[in-house]
């Protein structure tokens, strides 16, 4: 094999680096955002809302999404103890206390069936996680939100697109999306906050009106390095660029690496000033083209997924995302669970496919969260650093897919 096949791949065309490298040329428009509105009301309209807020990134848009519904300190939010360590990070820092339900092992979402038994007086937000494209089971949440009065913030960092009964997530009451690297919706960073509620919305709007806007500095590191790594993931750079990089920690072990791989988790005891960046021109225009075609890339990895699945769903002993007929999953991250995950992980990589990490872990086993937790959880136990994903990203076609499920076959001795 001639290449190495990436984790992901970003999603820029030519015009739109050339576009981008031009807008800064004209410093003062770039660094602006009177193109962001725009966007706001063109990605409210794409989700099925009556409006969203641009932020600079998801975990800010999550954080003053929960300060704008003025809950009193010490309020509980329910969280999927599987998920990323951030939102209850998020929720601490907004005065909130986290409270930790299982997870369905088969969804790795939050169950729906362990929620109400966690709600309390103090209980005011349901806070389910889409992961890696999945819409978690949202009528019995909503109904549960409806019966005692809750709101449901919806995390939908990797899910841009994705639909529940064709109802787009983010849409049942509050949702936050990402368009950093690695995720299907790609906008040099940035991030969207979606919902019906006016209120909310211009409670929102206000919390941003101390906002800044970028540096010059910030906003070309910012746009290089997206176009950088646009380069660095391309098929045949990625072999000899990223690709050694990988192979060193992931075969060889070499913790000098580590820093590039594994999830950083600062402490957030306060507000960063970076949450109070507005997004810019820059990324606006680029998120305008990106609305344009989410669909059609949706539709390229969910292809690819289907591939992984007519290959690979016989294994004993592998098990691989669902297929719900209630639900679209937009595959922004293919997810397969195995005991073995560590060495199927090491065989992929030397097979120069780059199976990356889960970064959703059980975070009732982080310390910070310790205190917060009541109880056990036995399917994020199980799922905790036992999860890898298969590529599926719109650089790859069909015999690139065959590939990947051939290898993995070839791991679990299966013909």
Not at 211 to 227: A, E, P, V, Y
């Amino acid at each position: 094999m001639l290449k190495a096949i990436s984790r992901t791949s970003v999603d820029l065309k030519a015009i739109e680096i050339i576009s981008s490298l031009l807008q800064m040329v004209n410093t003062k428009k770039a660094t602006y955002n009177d193109k962001v509105e725009q966007l706001e009301k063109a990605y409210a309209k794409y989700i099925g809302t009556k409006d969203a807020v641009a932020f600079p990134y998801c975990r800010t848009g999550t954080y003053f999404s929960l300060k704008a519904l003025e809950l009193n300190e010490g309020v509980e939010v329910i969280l999927p103890a599987f998920t990323f360590w951030v939102d209850a990070a998020m929720a601490i820092m907004a005065g909130l206390k986290p409270v930790f339900v299982d997870v369905e092992f088969e969804s790795q979402s939050i169950d729906p069936s362990k929620i109400e038994k966690a709600i309390t007086p103090k209980t005011k937000v349901i806070f389910p996680t889409h992961l890696n494209g999945l819409p978690a089971d949202m009528d019995p949440i909503m109904e549960i939100a409806k019966k005692h009065n809750l709101r449901v913030v919806e995390d939908c960092a990797r899910s841009c697109g994705a639909t529940y009964k064709n109802k787009r997530i983010g849409s049942f009451d509050i949702g936050s999306f990402s368009f950093g690297y690695g995720k299907s919706f790609y906008g040099y960073g940035g991030a969207m906050v979606t919902s019906d509620d006016d209120v909310f919305i211009n409670k929102l709007r206000d919390m941003k009106k101390d906002f800044k806007h970028i540096s010059l500095k910030d906003l070309s590191t910012q746009t290089l390095k997206g176009i950088l790594l646009k380069f660095l993931n391309l098929p045949y750079f990625y072999r000899f660029s990223l690709y050694p990089l990988v192979y060193q920690f992931q075969v060889k072990g070499k913790e000098e690496y580590a820093g590039r791989f594994r999830v950083k988790m600062p402490p957030y005891d306060s507000v960063p000033d970076n949450f109070k960046i507005d997004m810019n021109n820059v990324q606006a225009r680029l998120g305008l083209r990106q609305l344009k075609r989410i669909d059609r890339t949706n539709k390229r990895r969910m292809e690819n997924a289907r591939i992984l699945t007519e290959e690979l769903s016989r294994i004993p002993g592998l098990h691989i995302p669902p297929n719900f007929i209630d639900r679209e999953h937009v595959a922004v991250h293919y997810a397969i669970w195995t005991e073995r995950s560590k060495e199927l992980q090491r065989f992929l990589t030397i097979n120069k496919i780059d199976a990356q990490d889960e970064t959703a872990i059980d975070t009732t086993t982080l310390e910070r969260f310790k205190p917060y937790v009541n109880g056990k959880f036995p399917n994020a136990q199980k799922l905790h650093n036992k999860l890898i994903f298969l590529p599926t990203h719109i650089g790859l076609g069909k015999k690139d897919m065959l590939y990947i499920a051939n290898k993995v076959k070839e791991f679990f001795e299966v013909k």
